[in-house]
Each structure stands twice: as C-alpha cells, then as structure tokens.
C-alpha cells in the first residue's frame, strides 16, 4: 500500500511539474491553436521599472506573458476544450454555435436567416437604386455588372439550428427584400441560395458540410460552372471549359470543410462526416478573353486560385471592397486604392458582385454608394449616411446596435439611424470645442 502512495505521489508531482519541464525541455512540438490571438513576448523582467510596478502595469504584463508562454499551454487548452464540448456540448470559439446533429454554425448564419439583421427597405433600396445605376451605365461600356447571392448555411440547414433561437418566427429579412427588389428593378442577379435549395435533396453529397461555415469544396465546381455559363451569355465571351477527373470520398473533412471545427481546438477529432472532393481539371490550352474584377467575401476564396486563374485572363479579388487579394491577411493588410474609381472600373471585361447572406446587412460593403458617386461626382452623401454605413460595416458596433434595438423594442435601422446622430452630434462637438 506504502508504494502505491508513493508512485500516486510522485505521479502527481511529475503531472503538476509537466508545463515547467516542457516549457525548459521543449520534449515534443505542440500544435499551433487555430484562430485568431495575439502571441505576446516571453516574460522578461526587462520589463520591471518603479513607476510600473506602482501603476501595477509590469504585474498585469508579466502576468499575462507568463500565462501565454506556460508549457504545454495549448495542449491544456485543448484537453479543457475537449472536457466541455464532449459533456456539456459547449465549444469555446468566439461567435460559433453547435446546432442539432452536431452541424456547426457561425451564429451571425441564424441571425441573418431569422431577421435579426433587417436593415430596413429604405436602406436597401437605396443601395439596389444605386447599384442598378451603376450596372446601367457600366453596361453603356459594354462591362456587365453581375450580382450573385451566394448560399448561407442557416437558409440550407434551418432544421439543424438550435430551438433557443426560434427559427419558425423569423420575419422580414434581408435576403428576401433585396432578391425582391433585385428582381424588381431588373438588375442582373443570381440567387445561388435558392439555386442550392433546389439541388439539397438531390445532391450525392452534402452541398454545405457539418463542420464548415463556406459552401463544401464539393459545391464549389458546380457553383463555378453555373457562374460561368451566366458570364459567357452576358459576356458572349467563351470562358475556359473544365470537368472533374475523379471524385475522392472521405469520412473526415479536409481544407474548409472543416474551417468551424478547426476553430474548436479539441483534442480528438469530431466524429466523422461524408465528404466529396473533386480533382478538376482545365483544357490544356484554355483561351482567356476576359479581365474580372471581383468584389466578394471569403467564399470567393475557394475559387480564386483553382478556378479564376484559369478562367480569366485576368482578375482582381477586392476582399469585402475593402482589402487586396492575397495580401488581405498581411500586416499590415493592402488596402484597394479607390482613387479614380470611375476609370478603373472601365477597365475591366466583367464586374462580379458577390455577398453571402450572412454579410447582406453590410450593403455590400459601400461598393454601390461609392461605384455611383464615382459616375456622379457632383453629388455628396450626408455624413449622418456615411456614419450609418460605418455601423453596418463594422462587426461589434453593428451587433451592439442589434442588441440595443431589441432591448429597446424599435427597428433596427432607427436604432442605427439614432447612434449615427448621436455620434456625429458628438464629432461635431468636439471639433467645435477645439
């Protein structure tokens, strides 16, 4: 009994001495967590000086230095995210919900889907007037502007969403106003959400995965050849033909079929999920006839290296108008220098528009209102309109404003149309101070 206590205490010893021995030792290379964190500096007493420690600052610094740099950190947060996801179901990254089923969800999805994020009639008809002006007069030039709703998780799979967020009561939303009125203005669009819709019970293989928040790298293709049978019929260009040589299934999800399960940081891997993965495969000497410019959220990105490269001559992907393709994720990022838009814009073959339903609220990210006062320069927004369209566009302060409009019981776009008075009464103020 005596050596028993004694190999359960120095078992004990070992498993509490295990970070520091790592952390010295270096005995194995741990995996890297996925998302986004900020690795800080080692701890270092270089730090220390009398006036920080006073203001307390060296101990809030080395504190969370020490913290970072403990040994076996990941692995722990690993083991501790693994304990609450298989008991409790509970996951532990930022914005993401596990819906029925095991299906992952990015939780902005199922907000977008219920309405939550109607940002009003007269916001989006501003900005489809715009946009139709815009595609009119590029048309003009012979450059046709096409607009693709690409598919959202939330709309393809409302049965896995959680009962908390009530999904049988969803209201207006912002997809359905904006494809209504797209159609109603006739401006060139696709509605590759209902497209999708269309093909979920019939597809061989899951059109969105379990684990991922982007169409499945299986629906990428068919989603590529239906674009670019649209773009040759407005272009009358011939684009590239490509097929599929072969299709590899799996039982474990690769690539960003599993971008939200990555994100999860476990310790053993989620339970195993069917999977297509197409090899394609371009003629061998393919003619490009046309540049694009692409203007797109992240699911563009599964097509811009396989597929856009072999299809146009050439392209520029404008990460959510606002950052350069590839240098988006770079710091700091490149942003899209919009200095003489008008011209820029003549220069290309073809304009895509393309916004998933979960970025719908962002109003295409100011594209509309800026192609338009690129054409018609002698017009100027308020700045109450640009404070808006700042709120719309950024995340946190856009969620802050959903929250306080449902507290307070009021629209959401009054709510926004209030802060942005509020903050440029503010500006105004302090400027007027200075």
Not at 238 to 251: A, G, H, I, V, W
Not at 313 to 331: A, E, I, L
Not at 333 to 347: A, G, I, M, T
Not at 414 to 433: G, V
Request: net charge neutral.
């Amino acid at each position: 009994m005596r050596t028993v206590k004694v190999s359960l205490f120095f078992l004990l010893l070992l498993l509490l001495s295990a970070p520091l021995l790592h952390l010295t030792l270096k005995v194995f290379r741990e995996p890297e967590l996925h998302g986004y964190y900020h690795q800080t500096d080692p701890p270092s007493l270089t730090l220390f000086s009398p006036k920080k420690w006073f203001s307390t600052e060296f101990q809030d610094q080395f504190s969370t230095r020490l913290t970072d740099h403990t040994g076996l950190r990941n692995s722990l947060i690993r083991v501790r995210n693994q304990y609450d996801y298989s008991l409790f179901g509970m996951i532990h990254a930022k914005g993401f919900i596990q819906g029925k089923c095991g299906y992952l969800f990015e939780e902005d999805y199922i907000h977008e889907y219920n309405g939550d994020f109607f940002i009003g009639k007269a916001v989006i008809d501003k900005k489809l007037s715009r946009l139709k002006n815009v595609s009119d007069t590029l048309r003009a030039y012979n450059i046709p502007l096409l607009l693709v709703y690409e598919p959202g998780k939330a709309s393809f799979y409302p049965e896995y969403i959680p009962r908390r967020f009530h999904p049988e009561h969803r209201t207006q939303t912002n997809y359905d106003y904006f494809v209504k009125r797209s159609r109603e203005l006739a401006i060139p669009f696709m509605d590759m959400n209902s497209y999708f819709l269309k093909m979920k019970d019939t597809s061989r293989y899951p059109l969105f995965p379990r684990y991922g928040m982007h169409w499945s790298l299986y629906a990428v293709p068919v989603a590529v050849d239906t674009l670019s049978r649209w773009i040759e019929s407005a272009t009358g260009k011939e684009l590239p033909n490509f097929s599929s040589r072969y299709l590899d299934t799996s039982l474990t999800p690769r690539g960003t079929d599993n971008d939200i399960g990555e994100l999860l940081n476990l310790a053993c891997p989620l339970k195993p999920t069917p999977g297509a993965y197409p090899s394609i495969v371009f003629q061998k000497e393919p003619v490009k006839a046309l540049s694009a410019l692409i203007i797109a959220d992240s699911y563009y990105l599964n097509i811009v290296e396989d597929y856009g490269r072999q299809l146009f001559k050439s392209q520029d992907y404008w990460y959510y108008n606002k950052k350069v393709y590839p240098y988006q994720n770079h710091d700091p990022p490149r942003y899209v220098d919009k200095s003489n838009l008008r011209e820029k814009l003549k220069q290309y073959d073809v304009v895509l528009l393309m916004v998933s339903e979960i970025n719908l609220h962002c109003g295409f990210w100011n594209f509309a209102d800026e192609s338009f006062l690129a054409f018609y320069p002698e017009i100027e927004d308020p700045q109450i309109y640009a404070i808006e369209n700042e709120i719309r566009n950024d995340r946190d302060w856009f969620r802050f404003m959903v929250n306080k409009a449902r507290v307070q019981e009021k629209p959401l776009e009054e709510m926004i149309r209030c802060d942005a008075e509020f903050t440029f009464n503010t500006n105004n103020q302090s400027k007027n101070n200075d």
